[in-house]
């Protein structure tokens, strides 16, 4: 590249007004870049606050179509929902995870009989919300997380959520195989339109743990998600990660958690091509209230900021808790 010199350059020139930095702009956010993940709660008229989450709230079924409304309305495309299971249902084999009648099925016929095909509906394929040990899948008598075992039940928990009206199922659970398994039943049980969006380079991390708290699978954890997340320190692991996944029928994939990640985002668009999000997590969330609330910085322009870097690393779209916040900001 042959470029000018300083006097000649000046990189500040385009800086010096708002319409040239609008101009010369060459990441822009909207609210269609946000999916919006959302905790469902038994019972009705039910809000209750995330303690470790503030400003995020578990809702009851009529509450998620309120909020679906919401997301419509303020442009946001997407939502992803995930259950607080009531702790009487939560089983060793997370067989909840199967039934029709489930608090997650629920939701989502109550969206779609809401907004009707107005937002798209993400579903969580993995055990955690419904097992009594919090673990992904199901534990062998040495504790081990089984893998060909639990991809068998993934595949009627995603088939489960198909058919109570998911436009996209997420396997969240970092089995081997999963991806090709839910792909061939959802073609075979005609779903052939339910996408996948697999959780395909999800790091075993430290900012899961408000999550746990909303989903409830917290306090019943023991031990750690290292057999089957991945280790944070690895980059080439996930690219294989991504491979598998996308030659297994993902429709799209996802880096997780976000901000610590965004160059694994940035590799994998490089590599593959393919639509890529990431999912700012409840640690990431929790992060940015508590620095806000503690005078680090503005939390609008927190929000704003973070939000958009990830669309510059390379995202499709982010799955966010600020979704909302954000959205209107954009004046959505
Ligand atoms: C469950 C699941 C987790 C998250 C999304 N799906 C937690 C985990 O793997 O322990 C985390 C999301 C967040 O922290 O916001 N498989």
Redesign the pocket.
Same mark, same amino acid.
């Given at each position: 590249m042959n470029l000018a010199q300083y006097p000649h350059l000046r990189l500040r020139r385009t800086r010096s007004a708002a319409w040239s930095r609008a101009l010369h702009r060459e990441t822009v956010l909207t609210p269609a870049d946000l999916i919006w993940?959302l905790f469902a709660a038994e019972g009705r008229g039910v809000e209750e606050p995330v303690a470790s989450l503030p400003g995020v709230s578990r809702w009851s079924v009529d509450g998620i179509a309120a909020r679906a409304k919401e997301a419509v309305a303020l442009g946001i495309p997407c939502i992803a929902l @995930?259950p607080n299971t009531p702790a009487g249902r939560r089983s060793d084999d997370g067989a909840e995870a199967l039934n029709p009648d489930n608090l997650i099925c629920r939701a989502v016929r109550a969206v779609r009989d809401a907004c009707g095909s107005d937002v798209g509906i993400l579903t969580?394929v993995?055990l955690?919300?419904y097992t009594s040990h919090g673990q992904?899948g199901l534990v062998d008598d040495a504790g081990y997380v089984t893998n060909d075992d639990t991809v068998a039940v993934l595949v009627d928990q995603a088939l489960n959520q198909a058919a109570a009206g998911a436009d996209i199922v997420a396997p969240?659970?970092m089995m081997d195989g999963r991806v090709r398994a839910i792909r061939m039943a959802l073609e075979m049980n005609g779903h052939p339109n339910v996408q996948i969006m697999a959780?395909a380079a999800?790091y075993a991390s430290a900012?899961?743990?408000? @999550?746990?708290d909303a989903?409830g699978?917290g306090g019943l954890l023991k031990g750690d998600?290292k057999s089957y997340?991945m280790d944070p320190a690895n980059g080439e692991e996930a690219l294989r990660e991504v491979a598998l996944d996308i030659a297994e029928g993902a429709d799209s994939v996802m880096v997780?958690?976000g901000l610590p990640y965004l160059d694994i985002v940035r590799r994998v668009k490089e590599r593959f091509e393919v639509p890529v999000f990431a999912?700012q997590?409840?640690?990431e969330?929790a992060l940015i209230e508590a620095g806000a609330a503690a005078g680090v910085g503005d939390r609008e322009a927190l929000v704003l900021e973070t939000l958009t870097a990830f669309k510059r690393a390379g995202c499709t779209g982010v799955l966010s808790?600020h979704a909302p916040l954000a959205a209107r900001l954009l004046g959505g």
């Amino acid at each position: 590249m042959n470029l000018a010199q300083y006097p000649h350059l000046r990189l500040r020139r385009t800086r010096s007004a708002a319409w040239s930095r609008a101009l010369h702009r060459e990441t822009v956010l909207t609210p269609a870049d946000l999916i919006w993940p959302l905790f469902a709660a038994e019972g009705r008229g039910v809000e209750e606050p995330v303690a470790s989450l503030p400003g995020v709230s578990r809702w009851s079924v009529d509450g998620i179509a309120a909020r679906a409304k919401e997301a419509v309305a303020l442009g946001i495309p997407c939502i992803a929902l @995930f259950p607080n299971t009531p702790a009487g249902r939560r089983s060793d084999d997370g067989a909840e995870a199967l039934n029709p009648d489930n608090l997650i099925c629920r939701a989502v016929r109550a969206v779609r009989d809401a907004c009707g095909s107005d937002v798209g509906i993400l579903t969580d394929v993995a055990l955690d919300p419904y097992t009594s040990h919090g673990q992904d899948g199901l534990v062998d008598d040495a504790g081990y997380v089984t893998n060909d075992d639990t991809v068998a039940v993934l595949v009627d928990q995603a088939l489960n959520q198909a058919a109570a009206g998911a436009d996209i199922v997420a396997p969240s659970d970092m089995m081997d195989g999963r991806v090709r398994a839910i792909r061939m039943a959802l073609e075979m049980n005609g779903h052939p339109n339910v996408q996948i969006m697999a959780y395909a380079a999800k790091y075993a991390s430290a900012f899961y743990g408000p @999550f746990r708290d909303a989903v409830g699978s917290g306090g019943l954890l023991k031990g750690d998600k290292k057999s089957y997340q991945m280790d944070p320190a690895n980059g080439e692991e996930a690219l294989r990660e991504v491979a598998l996944d996308i030659a297994e029928g993902a429709d799209s994939v996802m880096v997780k958690p976000g901000l610590p990640y965004l160059d694994i985002v940035r590799r994998v668009k490089e590599r593959f091509e393919v639509p890529v999000f990431a999912y700012q997590v409840s640690g990431e969330y929790a992060l940015i209230e508590a620095g806000a609330a503690a005078g680090v910085g503005d939390r609008e322009a927190l929000v704003l900021e973070t939000l958009t870097a990830f669309k510059r690393a390379g995202c499709t779209g982010v799955l966010s808790y600020h979704a909302p916040l954000a959205a209107r900001l954009l004046g959505g």
